[in-house]
């Protein structure tokens, strides 16, 4: 017999379902809601991977409690950044599980494939208007970017996050980041968002400063993004 979902479970991936069926550009992580449900603070490890050292580990600690403090009582943004394969979606979705929980409603988005169906939009058989998408995305309760610097560096690019970063930091809506590009690529390559983001009354920046964990994982421990 197949073992059930707890009702928790189900609402979580009833609510990934919503967010991507309502705004149709959440990001899908593996196949589908299932990989996402896998990252939760109960399998967040950490220790890290083998190679990983004390202070790495401190970093890893320091990130999971702010995280949790975060999902706890999300009023403010909080910004992950350090290497790929860190940890930060972890965490990010994380969040996202406890905010579904809460019965929050949560737009996860990876920043590029945003603003790809952002763009798509203005094609004439786009099912959703540019205009409603937009308004959906600066104004949800719980937003989370994916991966902020992947995205290729176009004005219209840069013009379309800096409108979301300044409304959402003006409105204070809940939001979290991850990056992986460091405080100077910041100031250097996105100097008005960095304006944002470097404020510490509304961000906490957490830096992870911890290797790639996917190549060396531990035996008993859980996957990481």
């Given at each position: 017999?197949?073992?059930?979902?707890?009702?928790?479970?189900?609402?979580?991936?009833?609510g990934i379902a919503a967010a991507s069926a309502v705004c149709r550009v959440a990001?899908?992580?593996?196949?589908?809601?299932?990989?996402?449900?896998?990252?939760?603070?109960?399998?967040?490890d950490p220790r890290g991977g083998h190679s990983s050292k004390q202070q790495q580990?401190?970093?890893?600690?320091?990130?999971?409690?702010?995280?949790?403090?975060?999902?706890?009582?999300?009023?403010?943004?909080?910004?992950?950044?350090?290497?790929?394969?860190?940890?930060?979606?972890?965490?990010?979705?994380?969040?996202?599980?406890?905010?579904?929980?809460?019965?929050?409603?949560?737009?996860?988005?990876?920043?590029?494939?945003?603003?790809?169906?952002?763009?798509?939009?203005?094609?004439?058989?786009?099912?959703?208007?540019?205009?409603?998408?937009?308004?959906?995305?600066?104004?949800?309760?719980?937003?989370?970017?994916?991966?902020?610097?992947?995205?290729?560096?176009?004005?219209?690019?840069?013009?379309?996050?800096?409108?979301?970063?300044?409304?959402?930091?003006?409105?204070?809506?809940?939001?979290?980041?991850?990056?992986?590009?460091?405080?100077?690529?910041l100031k250097d390559d996105k100097s008005r968002i960095a304006s944002r983001l470097?404020?510490?009354?509304?961000?906490?920046?957490?830096?992870?400063?911890?290797?790639?964990?996917?190549?060396?994982?531990?035996?008993?421990?859980?996957?990481?993004?």
């Amino acid at each position: 017999m197949a073992r059930q979902q707890s009702p928790a479970r189900r609402r979580l991936a009833k609510g990934i379902a919503a967010a991507s069926a309502v705004c149709r550009v959440a990001r899908r992580i593996g196949d589908g809601p299932t990989g996402m449900l896998r990252m939760s603070f109960s399998n967040f490890d950490p220790r890290g991977g083998h190679s990983s050292k004390q202070q790495q580990q401190a970093s890893l600690e320091y990130a999971a409690k702010t995280a949790r403090d975060f999902a706890a009582d999300p009023n403010r943004w909080i910004l992950l950044t350090g290497p790929h394969g860190s940890g930060k979606t972890h965490l990010a979705v994380a969040i996202a599980g406890e905010a579904l929980r809460q019965n929050q409603t949560v737009f996860f988005a990876f920043v590029p494939d945003l603003l790809d169906h952002l763009r798509a939009t203005f094609s004439p058989n786009s099912p959703i208007a540019y205009d409603e998408l937009f308004e959906q995305i600066k104004t949800v309760p719980v937003l989370i970017l994916d991966d902020l610097g992947s995205e290729s560096s176009t004005s219209w690019a840069e013009e379309k996050l800096y409108q979301i970063m300044v409304y959402r930091h003006e409105t204070l809506l809940p939001t979290i980041i991850t990056a992986s590009f460091s405080v100077k690529d910041l100031k250097d390559d996105k100097s008005r968002i960095a304006s944002r983001l470097m404020d510490s009354i509304v961000v906490e920046w957490v830096p992870i400063d911890a290797p790639d964990y996917r190549g060396q994982r531990r035996s008993s421990g859980p996957n990481r993004r």
